[in-house]
Nanobody, 125 residues
């Protein structure tokens, strides 16, 4: 079955960095666009970044543009999210997701077919 397993979350001070990883199995990874979403307490899940099948198409939420970088390694069936200059408002559970549609990178939750269990990122001020 399809599994997406996130790792790399943790507690970091404001201004620090974290690198999230999402290891995928049970799917033809290179045939899926991949995305990162996050959900803070009391808030709706929101799009953070998405990357197309070959990595040529990338989108970021305005709130993370210039600070976060999404990348993928199809040989390792893994997608990454490098997060720099972290702010307390980045605190959330971060989820990776896989989109099997043969269209551009989705930016809505409903665009994605499979989800990981999430990893907590906490940024202290």
């Amino acid at each position: 079955q399809v599994q997406l397993v996130e790792s790399g979350g943790g507690l970091v001070q404001a201004g620090g960095s974290l690198r999230l990883s999402c290891a995928a199995s049970g799917l033809a990874f290179s045939s899926y666009a991949m995305g990162w979403f996050r959900q803070a307490p009391g808030k709706e899940r929101e799009f953070v970044a998405g990357i197309g099948r070959r990595g040529a198409t990338i989108y970021y939420a305005d709130s993370v543009k210039g600070r976060f970088t999404i990348s993928r390694d199809n040989a390792k069936t893994t997608v990454y999210l490098q997060m720099n200059s972290l702010k307390p408002e980045d605190t959330a559970v971060y989820y990776c997701a896989a989109d099997r549609r043969d269209v551009s990178v989705g930016r809505e939750s409903y665009d994605y077919d499979y989800w990981g269990q999430g990893t907590q990122v906490t940024v202290s001020s």
